[in-house]
């Protein structure tokens, strides 16, 4: 670090929180030019010569199925046969990291069985029969691993790259890198569940020091999904119009005492903006135009999955309106299976599976998903042991993640844990390591994307200390 | 001193902050050590020839060390690169070794050695600091005055002024009144001026008006609202807890706010200031218990400075590790704000090493973590809410006491008024069952069993022993019944003989068991986790196919309800639930009442007291049936109770129970309301403060952390002072406090030895703090990563200026006041903030200030002026924050009906996880650690919310209702009064035209609506509380 880096940044600062403002505020007007500069900004080589070159994308936006509370591998994607031949007995392969230390029990098996699934023979639990089917599509990684067994650390980890509170998500970090291709709806969107805000609140897509304009928007459902979206009871189109231009009048008359002043002139831009996105937003969040075997392919016909299947849906029609980053969170962190394991297990598959399959279906029928990284992950798995009777407790040493499109490979299973599932050790791919090769997928190099805060530059893998590595074997 | 303009006038380079990029060197004048050189070697050579790593004994990173050379002696050789050690290894592309330098990169190095090595110390310098300018003791700059002597009005200009003048600049006129108070107000108090303040500078004809006026804002309350945040920021303080989604309160975190609100109002000098923060308790010897003056209750509060930072340790859950961690993880952020706040310097990454780029080590740190870890010992570890002390003033206590129980006698008499009328409204019935459990009664066999009526089996293993000392078993004893379980795993109950019908026949009709719980322990013992009791237990074991009954109730100590369990116990038992609120306490009367309601259904009441207690479940009859009443006992569940009664109504009457049912809601609820009003009227304990002070006065042992995991200490460590700012002149001594405060003095020593005057621990502090303000008066600080002054922070653009401004606020005692003074009542701040193309030209990012930058709100200002602006500001200050809560939409808000909501934004909850949503749009940072910088964004939700949002709605309907009540009917009069108001000045003629034309166009456009001259009103402010010229300062 030096007086020059830092001098730089203090430019680089004033200049990119101006794009910051630019991207959140002229329309569609531009947009070009916009791209250029972010990309000269995010994917340049060392020395900024003309014509500079960055990796070529694989993926240009990411649909993220965020799978609150620890999904259990061993009785989803990670078949253990030593489970069942122990199960009951005690563990027999050596120490646990358990959680909850008082109420460890033996081995516990999976009642769930797993066959083969698409030609590729990927094996998968009877649970999951809509993800067997897009099974040729994905990659799934058996050998993830993560630092904590602390719900809100581990999730900080997975969104921000460590687990400390307050660091920019990696939503965050994709879309000051990337902007977005759509003036009028948000960059990043959240499709936050009905039942609540998840563990850790809006945190999950914070923008941390970034600039506000690249932390997540929540869509909400019913007459206001973003909040302060419509003009308030009563008031009439007309007496709208007639308000921003007397709001125009103003401001620029006040624009034109300070000539040149981006951000004065980003303001009077935004107001546009806010107005477009009073019908932008509804119009991407009707779904009614749908043709009804859509419809049914998200399973919006059946209760169990109507309402995560319309999310899925909703997700699929901001991607295609080039919106660049989209997360779906569920409430709380129903996956956090302390006890009654199986069963809550079969209620979640029932309500998330067929629609997560259906999205990477509709996905790659329409072409889109060549485009796009669909990712489907918790943020830790669960133990290969009983935590009271028929619970397991956290794992934070392995767990599954799977991964569709984008230049993900197809049909691949990428490293293994051990016997009974409770370490990841074949090809260990760490949360950081995930880091660095999503952002690889999108084009952008870990190590470079980086934003100044605390008299530092900052970045999501942070390599330096993590070790942060791109993983090529995930990539076609 | 340097004399070069600034390098920020150097041909522009196009960088881009995520690669590191040198210059395009068409510099045609000599690199310059400090803003070309050091920089392109800190890049290159820094990680292995730096503070950190120092290879060859050679560290490149100050000017001084580069003067030091290394082991194999100097590297540089002024005027001859050929002689340079530096340049020979650079030439022959030894050096760096993985990446040599690029042909213009070297060609900067050799013109700069070939000049002369310029700027190159003669002597090096042994001090651990490589005696970086920021580090070094304060030295006050001579400085000529500038040359436009008309322009010069305090010091300040030899710094400004004569830089300016240097680039063939100079200042812009000095600004109109109307936008110099307007620019004053919001810089001193974050408020718009009033139209009183506003006329009385106006019309103010001394010489000195403008000062007069800069002075009235600074003894106004209102200034320590605005500058206490700034420091409440830097100091990292928050409403709670953070670190888990839990993210807990911190009810009395208020009174260190209310502590720094008064610290600034009245000028506290900053070092003392500071040394409160860090040892206010050593300094106070408070006792507990002994009534005390309010200044040792302020040195108390000021030390929640010390546990600001966000503290899980309250909700840690999981094993021993992670709850270490946490415990660290809270001193840490002590540390880290300690470090950022006052001296501006970034230390977390010495906590695992040695740190790269600055001249401070791992033991560093952990010799200066020993200072504060007597406080923080994670071996003898405090939760947040239980470092709490009481300290109050004479008699307070006592008069707060009184008034409780004043109000304590009201609430007990209207609860005793409802449970007179309710008992006495209860029905009666007739007695099925009774059992008093007298002292030489009946054996408890001749009425109980321990098994369940009709089942010859013994109701759990091992079965009760009734009237035995063995157990699990049931005495009956002193007039009691004493249910004491044996530590077994598994359910066993103790059951009547008598068999009931639970499932009433007539509508209306009921049967209902009641019994006097005595104490929910026995002796000594463990309060229950649960008191358990039965209906209708008829087959315990769950042998028989297809039966039912079986329903356990079970009364909780801890939280209150009952839950409800069906057919229990066995496989397939249900949770239907719970019933009632009460809380399960000796001395109070419970159980339920069953009544037959319509199409087959009974309905469960819980009764507390025998009165319902409100939440009921409704049952298929079939759930219920015949059996007897029991008590169960299982694992830690040992109790005493009396008084067993069931009781069946005589007949049934559906009418009357539901008008009864009626009749007890209305009457609850108006107790409710009567409790819930004198229940505001309730005031906080007084003295109860959340403080900071050591475990103990015996220092712990402290250790290195090897990689800063505690699982691997490593040497242990004693305090010192930091290596980099270690300096003779400054006081270093760990004594016994001379208050007799039970503590190390460790944190005392630390904070004398930062605020010693004339050392370098001070001046860095200074440094960083007048640099900060400068920040909040300029846009921009001279040193622009103000949280950083360290050797990898930026250069400042006026060095001698920050240098002039530290040492003036030394001199004057550390008056933050005076350092106001200086800045705002220099011409450098009252310059207009117009443009001017020549001088945009040469510097368009205004470092030089050759105008004042425009600069919009920050978030509590907005919120506060729109506030202000409406006629709807409480300002009343201090006290507990007024809370906030997330909506149906999940926007957080403040919580509506709370009191005091439109006071300042100051005083609003400020919850880690729950950022008020309006602030947050505005950038209001959510507090991670602490922020002394904030962004400024400009995005379409700030607009969304400035034309949409009920807030703005509202405050535009009263901003036009209080144009009406000032202006009367004449709009123009409404018009000229709305400016003033919104933008501190009267409206150009074009503008009152267009200001009209607009309203004619919304009345015509609201047609016959009777409200559309109202409407038209409303409109029209909200329009200048969403313009720019009301949310940015000129």
Redesign the interface.
């Known amino acids: 670090m030096s007086h020059e880096l830092n001098r730089q940044i203090t430019t680089e600062l004033t200049r990119r929180s101006f794009l910051g403002r630019y991207a959140g505020s002229l329309g569609g007007l531009a947009l070009a030019h916009l791209l250029a500069n972010q990309q000269s900004a995010s994917a340049a080589t060392t020395d900024l010569q003309p014509g500079a070159t960055h990796f070529t994308p694989k993926a240009k936006n990411v649909i993220c199925l965020f799978q609150h509370g620890g999904p259990s591998q061993m009785d989803l994607f990670d078949p253990k046969p030593m489970l069942e031949k122990f199960h009951g007995k005690p563990y027999p392969s050596g120490e646990l990291e358990i959680h909850f230390t008082n109420q460890a029990g033996n081995v516990l098996g999976s009642p769930f069985k797993f066959a083969p699934a698409g030609q590729c023979g990927m094996q998968l639990s009877e649970v999951l029969p809509y993800t067997a089917r897009i099974a040729d599509d994905i990659t799934l990684i058996r050998s993830m691993n993560t630092e904590s067994v602390d719900h809100e650390a581990a999730l900080r980890l997975i969104h921000s790259g460590k687990i400390f509170a307050g660091l920019p998500t990696w939503g965050s970090w994709v879309t000051y890198a990337l902007g977005s291709e759509n003036q009028n709806l948000p960059a990043y969107v959240v499709l936050g569940d009905p039942g609540g805000l998840p563990i850790d609140g809006t945190r999950n897509w914070s923008a941390g020091w970034l600039p506000a304009i690249f932390q997540g928007t929540p869509f909400g459902s019913g007459k206001s999904p973003v909040v302060n979206l419509q003009p308030p009871e009563g008031s009439s189109p007309a007496a709208r119009r007639n308000q921003l231009a007397f709001l125009e009048q103003l401001n620029r008359a006040h624009l034109s005492r300070h000539p040149g002043n981006s951000e004065l002139a980003a303001r009077l831009a935004n107001f546009e903006t806010a107005a477009r996105m009073q019908t932008s937003v509804p119009e991407v969040l009707d779904i009614s135009g749908e043709p009804a075997e859509t419809k049914e392919l998200y399973g919006l016909n059946e209760d169990a999955t109507r309402e995560y299947g319309t999310r899925c849906l909703i997700a699929r029609r901001l991607i295609e309106r080039g919106v660049r980053f989209v997360q779906l969170f569920l409430s709380s962190q129903p996956w956090d299976t302390h006890s009654k394991n199986a069963e809550s297990l079969k209620g979640l598959c029932a309500k998330t599976d067929r629609p997560s399959a259906a999205l990477v279906e509709d996905l790659k029928r329409r072409g889109l998903l060549d485009d796009t990284i669909v990712m489907w992950t918790g943020e830790f798995g669960r133990l290969p042991i009983s935590q009271g009777s028929d619970g397991r407790d956290h794992n934070r040493r392995g767990f599954s993640t799977w991964l569709a499109g984008g230049g993900f490979k197809r049909g691949y299973v990428h490293g293994a844990t051990d016997d009974f599932g409770y370490e990841a050790v074949e090809k260990v791919v760490t949360v950081h390591d995930l880091h660095a090769t999503l952002l690889a997928a999108l084009g952008l190099d870990h190590h470079r994307l980086a934003y100044p805060h605390d008299g530092r530059p900052t970045s999501l893998t942070d390599a330096e200390v993590t070790g942060a590595k791109v993983v090529p074997e995930l990539l076609a | 001193m340097r004399r070069s303009p600034p390098?920020l006038l150097r041909p522009l380079?196009?960088?881009?902050?995520?690669?590191?990029?040198?210059?395009t060197l068409v510099v045609a004048e000599t690199p310059d050590l400090?803003?070309?050189v050091?920089?392109?070697v800190?890049?290159k050579c820094?990680k292995c020839h730096g503070p950190g790593k120092s290879e060859g004994g050679l560290n490149l990173s100050t000017p001084a060390w580069l003067a030091n050379g290394g082991d194999s002696g100097a590297a540089v050789q002024g005027g001859k690169p050929n002689e340079s050690l530096l340049w020979q290894r650079v030439a022959a592309d030894e050096m760096p070794p993985d990446a040599p330098l690029?042909a213009e990169e070297r060609e900067l190095l050799a013109t700069w050695i070939k000049a002369g090595a310029p700027g190159l110390p003669a002597e090096g310098s042994a001090h651990p600091s490589g005696d970086h300018w920021a580090f070094v003791p304060l030295k006050a700059p001579q400085a000529p005055q500038a040359q436009a002597a008309h322009r010069v009005r305090n010091d300040v200009e030899r710094f400004v002024l004569a830089e300016l003048e240097r680039n063939g600049l100079g200042y812009r006129p000095e600004a109109d009144r109307a936008t110099l108070i307007r620019r004053v107000a919001f810089d001193l108090t974050g408020l718009p001026p009033t139209p009183e303040q506003i006329a009385a500078y106006q019309n103010d004809t001394s010489a000195d008006a403008y000062e007069r006026m800069v002075d009235r804002y600074l003894s106004s309350p209102r200034y320590g609202e605005r500058w206490g945040k700034y420091w409440l920021d830097a100091a990292g303080y928050a409403d709670s807890n953070?670190?888990?989604?839990a993210d807990s309160d911190r009810p009395l975190a208020y009174r260190y706010r209310d502590y720094v609100v008064r610290a600034f109002n009245a000028d506290k000098p900053f070092d003392r200031f500071v040394i409160e923060q860090l040892a206010g308790d050593e300094l106070a010897g408070f006792k507990p218990g002994e009534a005390t003056t309010s200044e040792v209750i302020s040195l108390l509060e000021a030390t929640h400075y010390l546990r600001n930072g966000?503290d899980g340790t309250g909700e840690s859950?999981?094993?021993d590790n992670?709850r270490t961690i946490d415990r660290y993880s809270a001193l840490d952020s002590c540390l880290q704000i300690v470090s950022?706040s006052l001296l501006g310097l970034?230390v977390q990454c010495a906590k695992c090493h040695d740190h790269?780029?600055e001249p401070l080590s791992q033991r560093d740190y952990y010799q200066w973590q020993s200072v504060f870890y007597p406080a923080f010992n994670v071996k003898d570890w405090k939760k947040p809410n239980e470092r709490v002390v009481q300290a109050t003033l004479p008699g307070e206590l006592e008069t707060w006491k009184a008034h409780e129980a004043e109000v304590d006698d009201k609430v007990a008499k209207l609860r005793e008024e409802f449970a007179a009328w309710a008992k006495e409204n209860q029905p009666r019935g007739a007695v099925l069952f009774r059992d008093e459990f007298a002292a030489g009664g009946p054996p408890l066999a001749d009425a109980w069993s321990h098994t369940a009526p009709g089942d010859d089996q013994p109701a759990g293993q091992p079965a009760i022993n009734l009237d035995s000392e063995t157990r699990p078993a049931t005495i009956a004893r002193d007039g009691n019944l004493f249910v004491l379980e044996s530590g077994d795993p598994g359910d066993r109950v103790m059951s009547t003989r008598q068999t009931f019908n639970w499932t009433p026949q007539a509508e209306g009709a009921w049967i209902q068991v009641t019994f006097d719980l005595v104490d929910v322990k026995v002796g000594d013992g463990k309060v229950s986790e649960r008191i358990a009791y039965f209906l209708a237990v008829r087959d315990y074991n769950d042998t028989r196919e297809g039966e039912t009954g079986n329903v356990l109730l079970e009364g909780k100590p801890e939280g209150g309800g009952v839950g409800l369990y069906l057919d229990y116990p066995g496989n397939d038992h249900k949770d239907d639930g719970t019933l009632g609120e009460a809380v399960y306490r000796g001395g109070h009367n419970y159980g339920v009442r069953i009544t037959r309601v319509a199409d087959g259904k009974c309905r469960l009441d819980h009764l507390y007291d025998g009165v319902p207690d409100r939440k009921s479940a409704v049952l298929d009859q079939a759930a219920l049936g015949s059996g007897g009443f029991g008590f169960g006992l299982c694992c830690g569940r040992s109790f005493i109770v009396d008084n067993v009664v069931i009781r069946e109504s005589e007949t049934g009457d559906l009418a009357a129970d539901a008008q009864l049912q009626a009749e007890t809601s209305r009457r609850r609820e108006e107790l409710e309301a009567s409790i819930k009003q004198l229940d505001g009227e309730r005031k906080p304990e007084p003295g109860r403060i959340a403080w900071m002070t050591d475990r103990s006065a015996n220092a712990p042992e402290v250790h290195l952390l090897e990689r800063g995991s505690h699982s691997s200490p490593g040497e242990t460590v004693e305090p010192a002072p930091l290596a980099a700012l270690s300096d003779p002149n400054a006081e270093w001594q760990i004594a016994k406090p001379e208050s007799g405060a039970e503590t190390t003095g460790r944190r005392l020593a630390w904070a004398r030895w930062v605020t010693d005057a004339d050392a370098r621990p001070a001046a860095l502090m200074a440094r960083v703090q007048v640099n900060r303000m400068w920040q909040q008066h300029f846009g921009a600080g001279i040193v622009?990563?103000c949280?950083?002054l360290?050797v990898?922070?930026?250069?400042p653009s006026h060095p001698e200026l920050l240098e002039y401004l530290a040492a003036e606020f030394v001199r004057s005692g550390w008056s933050i006041k005076h350092m106001h003074r200086v800045m705002l009542n220099s011409a450098a701040y009252r310059q207009a903030?117009?443009?001017d193309a020549g001088a945009?030209k040469i510097d368009?990012?205004n470092r030089l200030l050759w105008r004042w930058t425009?600069r919009?709100l920050d978030a509590e200002a907005v919120r506060d002026a729109i506030l202000a602006t409406a006629g709807q500001l409480d300002e009343s200050m201090g006290g507990p924050y007024v809370p906030t809560s997330r909506d149906g939409?999940?926007?957080a808000v403040v919580t509506e009906g709370a009191a005091g909501t439109n006071r300042r934004s100051l005083y609003l909850q400020q919850r880690?996880?729950q950022t008020l949503?309006l602030l947050?749009?505005f950038?209001s940072p959510?507090?991670?650690?602490n922020c002394v910088q904030r962004?400024?964004?400009?995005?379409?939700?700030?607009?969304?919310?400035l034309?949409?949002?009920?807030f703005l709605?509202e405050q535009s309907r009263h901003f036009a209702a209080r144009l009406a009540n000032e202006a009367g009917e004449d709009p123009a009069k409404r018009i000229d009064r709305s400016y003033l108001l919104a933008y501190g000045r009267e409206p150009l003629p074009a503008?009152h035209a267009?200001a009209s034309g607009?309203l004619d166009?919304?009345r015509e456009?609201?047609g016959d609506d009777e409200k559309g001259d109202q409407?038209a009103w409303t409109?029209?402010c909200?329009?200048?509380l969403?313009?720019?010229?009301f949310?940015?300062v000129?």
């Open positions: 390098n380079l196009l960088l881009a902050m995520h690669v590191i990029v040198l210059p400090v803003h070309d050091l920089p392109l800190r890049l820094v690029k953070g670190y888990f989604n966000q859950d999981g094993n992670e950022s970034t790269k780029f622009a990563t949280e950083n360290g990898s922070g930026a250069a903030s117009t443009y945009s368009p990012d425009v919009r939409l999940g926007e880690r996880t949503s947050g749009l950038d959510s507090l991670v650690v962004p400024i964004s400009t995005i379409p939700l700030q607009s969304l919310s034309l949409n949002s009920p709605r503008e267009a607009f166009t919304q456009t609201y409407l409109d029209y909200q329009m200048l969403a313009s720019s010229g949310l940015y000129e």
